[in-house]
């Protein structure tokens, strides 16, 4: 009934509106009930959608010089951009908050939000404080637990900024925190029996049709010299994610199933906390959803990731970066693209529009060939790194599999030592032994991923070993050197740590903060030259002035 109205008043609104004025999109009601099946569909003209062509090409443009992978927008139940690599699963980062916030809406009937984690027997360690576990499950999900303990998968800004323990009693205060994140990750599990990859495969990712998600593709991240409580990371497709916006667009009803309960969708979308962190960030925060005033909703992850919901405007917007190589789209290029394509609703949508299937996108599988069984025999096994981590290779689906505590990848092979990993794209190199057998596997994540344990041992020659390798096995990977300049600069070696990074920027002169270090590092080796300089001249204009002083002191 609500969107019914709200659809009454824009028609009236825009029936005033004068001729050549941008105007918002008035969706039929068969639009609302049109739907992806199996694959995707999108408009043959745009401007059956209602939108302008020429604006979305505007839009297209600026996305295109913006370090973005795949952007994708949906009104009307159907595609009117698509846009770089839509199949590709990347990592949500925090959008992650709002998938598991949807789980809690699906299964509302198991969970109380009042219960405290002190009656629930969550704590932590160090121990939480009589007055933290009376912290409720809502409290968590609306990020406002009062609970400052340090978290898994926290960043470095939320550590800098992260309030006392005790400052706030819960309930009171609202704090961007990954510990009420991830806590509730852990909340859900133990009150509905189900891990949170498999209820949301099962529960959303099924019945909506989702066509790349998988649960090998998720993982938890544990930090346990920081909290018991893991983050629970989603690896998605853009093209999922634009389905799982258009879910709660639709009021949580997916072709006539209700999915997700329509008062939870409401409920969990609706500010419960005000919030000022600039126009970038919206008005408010909900049950892990940030509040975009009266536009909408969207869900957020660190470095470029968000989908945005706009149910008014019948409109689902998701724009993606890889992040697996240091590649981000800053928030406020992400809502001005936002903007850009919403102002390009022009007019009436079509009731019957021409609609035809998004061409599917073939990546990595048409580049390579097969191996042979006999092939594949020589690489199955488990690998055991420094740290004691664990990455092994299976065969699955006549493939190569790698996992190492961050999901599974596909391997492609390039060579007989070679493979690159699906979705992520990163390298993957085999050592092999005297009896032919793999005997050590490379990638750069997993040199990094020591290089970070050796650090938290206070181990910095470790790290800066760990982080050579990468470059030693990978030279051609400008994310490599740029790594190692960093620890080496942070380890005082700035001449090598400048020839490393200068080596990043041949190999990839946008390389994010590359050159910013690089000038850093030239100031810095210079620095005495350019103080000389500027004393020099300080000397001579001093010593110009004296003597013309004197000289007009003589006439």
Same mark, same amino acid.
């Given at each position: 009934? +609500?969107?019914?109205? /709200?659809?009454?008043? /824009?028609?009236?609104?825009?029936?005033?509106?004068?001729t050549? +004025?941008n105007? =918002?999109?008035?969706?039929?009601?068969?639009n609302?009930?049109?739907?992806?099946?199996?694959?995707?569909?999108?408009?043959?003209?745009?401007? !059956?959608?209602g939108?302008?062509?020429?604006?979305?090409?505007?839009?297209?443009?600026?996305?295109? *010089?913006?370090?973005?992978? &795949?952007?994708? @927008?949906?009104?009307?139940?159907?595609?009117?951009? =698509?846009?770089?690599?839509?199949?590709?699963?990347?990592?949500? *980062?925090?959008?992650?908050?709002? /998938?598991?916030?949807?789980?809690?809406?699906?299964?509302?009937?198991?969970?109380d939000? !009042?219960?405290?984690?002190?009656?629930l027997?969550?704590?932590?360690?160090?121990?939480?404080?009589q007055?933290?576990?009376?912290?409720?499950?809502?409290?968590?999900?609306?990020?406002?637990?009062?609970?400052y303990?340090? $978290?898994?998968?926290?960043?470095?800004?939320?550590i @800098?900024?992260?309030? $006392?323990?005790?400052?706030?009693?819960?309930?009171?205060?609202?704090?961007y925190?990954?510990?009420?994140?991830?806590?509730?990750?852990?909340?859900?599990e133990?009150?509905?029996?189900?891990?949170?990859?498999?209820?949301?495969?099962?529960?959303?990712?099924?019945?909506?049709?989702?066509?790349?998600?998988?649960?090998?593709?998720v993982?938890?991240?544990?930090?346990?010299?920081?909290?018991?409580?893991?983050?629970?990371?989603?690896?998605m497709?853009?093209?999922d994610?634009?389905?799982?916006?258009?879910?709660?667009?639709?009021?949580?009803?997916?072709?006539?199933?209700?999915?997700?309960?329509?008062?939870?969708?409401e409920?969990?979308?609706?500010?419960?906390?005000?919030?000022? %962190?600039?126009?970038?960030?919206g008005?408010?925060?909900?049950?892990?959803?940030?509040?975009?005033?009266?536009?909408?909703?969207t869900?957020r992850?660190?470095?470029?990731?968000?989908?945005?919901?706009?149910p008014?405007?019948?409109?689902?917007?998701?724009?993606?970066?890889?992040?697996?190589?240091?590649?981000?789209?800053?928030?406020?290029?992400a809502?001005?693209?936002?903007?850009?394509?919403a102002? $390009?609703?022009?007019?009436r949508p079509?009731?019957?529009? *021409? /609609?035809?299937?998004?061409v599917?996108?073939?990546?990595?599988s048409?580049?390579?060939?097969?191996?042979?069984?006999?092939?594949?025999a020589?690489?199955?096994g488990?690998?055991?790194?420094?740290?004691?981590?664990?990455?092994?290779?299976?065969?699955?689906?006549?493939a190569l599999?790698?996992?190492?505590?961050?999901?599974?990848?596909?391997?492609?092979?390039? =060579?007989?030592?070679?493979?690159? &990993?699906?979705? =992520?794209?990163?390298?993957?190199?085999?050592?092999f032994?005297?009896?032919?057998?793999?005997?050590?596997?490379?990638?750069?994540?997993?040199?990094?991923?020591?290089?970070?344990? $050796?650090?938290?041992?206070?181990d910095l020659?470790?790290?800066?070993?760990?982080?050579?390798?990468?470059?030693?096995?990978?030279?051609?990977?400008?994310?490599?050197?740029?790594?190692? @300049?960093?620890?080496?600069?942070?380890?005082?070696?700035?001449?090598?740590?400048?020839?490393?990074?200068?080596?990043? %920027?041949?190999?990839?002169?946008?390389?994010?903060? @590359?050159? &910013?270090?690089r000038l850093?590092?030239?100031?810095?080796?210079?620095?005495?030259?350019?103080?000389?300089?500027?004393?020099?001249?300080f000397?001579?204009?001093v010593?110009?002035?004296?003597?013309?002083?004197?000289a +007009?002191?003589n006439?």
């Open positions: 009934m +609500q969107f019914l109205v /709200l659809h009454l008043v /824009l028609a009236i609104s825009l029936a005033a509106t004068a050549g +004025q105007i =918002s999109s008035q969706t039929t009601l068969e609302r009930d049109r739907f992806p099946c199996k694959d995707w569909m999108q408009y043959v003209d745009v401007a !059956e959608a939108f302008s062509a020429e604006r979305l090409a505007r839009a297209k443009t600026y996305w295109e *010089h913006r370090d973005s992978s &795949a952007f994708m @927008a949906v009104s009307g139940g159907a595609v009117i951009a =698509s846009w770089g690599e839509v199949d590709r699963r990347f990592l949500c *980062h925090s959008v992650r908050k709002s /998938l598991l916030s949807a789980l809690y809406g699906v299964y509302g009937e198991k969970i939000l !009042e219960l405290t984690l002190g009656e027997g969550i704590d932590d360690e160090p121990a939480l404080t007055e933290e576990k009376q912290a409720r499950i809502v409290d968590l999900l609306s990020a406002r637990s009062g609970i303990h340090e $978290a898994a998968a926290a960043s470095g800004e939320m @800098a900024n992260r309030p $006392a323990r005790g400052s706030q009693p819960p309930g009171s205060f609202w704090w925190n990954n510990w009420d994140f991830n806590a509730a990750g852990t909340v859900f133990q009150l509905t029996g189900e891990r949170i990859f498999e209820a949301f495969g099962k529960s959303i990712a099924t019945p909506i049709g989702m066509q790349d998600y998988q649960v090998s593709d993982y938890y991240h544990y930090e346990p010299a920081k909290s018991v409580h893991p983050g629970y990371m989603f690896r497709s853009t093209r994610l634009a389905r799982f916006g258009l879910l709660f667009a639709r009021g949580g009803k997916w072709q006539g199933r209700q999915i997700i309960p329509a008062a939870w969708v409920e969990s979308t609706r500010a419960h906390s005000a919030v000022d %962190l600039g126009d970038n960030y008005t408010g925060y909900g049950y892990m959803w940030w509040i975009e005033g009266t536009r909408g909703f869900a992850g660190t470095g470029g990731h968000i989908l945005a919901v706009y008014a405007l019948d409109l689902v917007m998701v724009i993606r970066a890889d992040t697996y190589h240091g590649k981000s789209v800053p928030t406020r290029a809502m001005k693209l936002f903007d850009m394509v102002k $390009a609703a022009m007019g079509a009731a019957v529009p *021409h /609609l035809v299937p998004v599917p996108v073939e990546r990595l048409a580049s390579f060939s097969s191996l042979t069984d006999t092939q594949l020589r690489y199955p488990e690998f055991t790194m420094e740290s004691g981590r664990k990455a092994s290779v299976a065969i699955a689906d006549g599999i790698l996992e190492y505590g961050t999901g599974t990848f596909r391997l492609w092979p390039v =060579s007989e030592t070679r493979f690159i &990993a699906e979705d =992520s794209e990163n390298l993957v190199e085999f050592e032994g005297a009896d032919g057998r793999a005997d050590q596997v490379w990638t750069e994540p997993l040199c990094y991923l020591e290089a970070t344990d $050796a650090v938290q041992r206070g020659a470790a790290a800066t070993t760990w982080v050579r390798h990468a470059v030693e096995k990978f030279p051609e990977s400008a994310r490599a050197h740029f790594t190692l @300049a960093r620890i080496l600069d942070g380890t005082g070696h700035p001449a090598e740590a400048l020839t490393q990074v200068r080596k990043a %920027l041949e190999l990839d002169p946008d390389l994010n903060g @590359a050159a &910013a270090l850093q590092l030239q100031i810095g080796r210079y620095g005495w030259v350019i103080g000389m300089g500027i004393l020099s001249l000397s001579f204009l010593y110009w002035y004296l003597r013309r002083r004197q +007009q002191t006439l």
